[in-house]
């Protein structure tokens, strides 16, 4: 199956489609973008250059069955299309936070949360305490809670 992202002119993904591989075939029996763009088109009344091949498998920039990853994150409704890295963009979880673009996810100002301690991880397990570290927009921190 092919995955085809609906982008508007601003570059927001409006749906995903999938498609059979044979949608997306050449005269040659190879699946192509363009081949798969055009169907769309045809099919549904979509300028051929705003329907963007995404992967279904591919979350920050890893593919989850081992194989080459493809436009750092399957598309879903609501994301954006960076035509210049080539990246489809989740929804920005807080203003303060950048583009890591090599792992095509947003990261807070100050780096990722800290890891829990031993004894915090064994405490969730237990079902004592709900450990985790949240974002703190306004102090620009990760806090802990429990």
């Not at 045809?42 to 890893?62: D, K, R």
């Not at 979880?93 to 031993?118: C, F, H, M």
Request: charged share 20%; glycine share 6%; hydrophobic share 30%.
């Amino acid at each position: 199956m092919a995955h085809f992202a609906k982008i508007s002119e601003e570059n927001e993904v409006l749906q995903v489609l999938t498609l059979d591989n044979k949608d997306c075939e050449n005269s040659e029996g190879v699946e192509t973008e363009s081949v798969g763009q055009q169907y769309l088109e045809t099919h549904n009344n979509w300028p051929a250059n705003l329907w963007i091949q995404t992967s279904y498998w591919t979350l920050n920039n890893t593919h989850l069955n081992g194989g080459t990853p493809f436009r750092g994150n399957y598309a879903g409704h609501g994301f954006t299309w960076d035509s210049e890295n080539e990246i489809f963009w989740p929804p920005k979880p807080y203003s303060s936070w950048v583009k890591n673009t090599s792992e095509a996810r947003w990261q807070s100002p100050i780096g990722d949360a800290p890891d829990l301690t031993a004894e915090q991880i064994a405490q969730n397990e237990a079902n004592t305490h709900t450990n985790q570290y949240v974002w703190n927009e306004s102090g620009q921190s990760w806090d802990l809670t429990s």
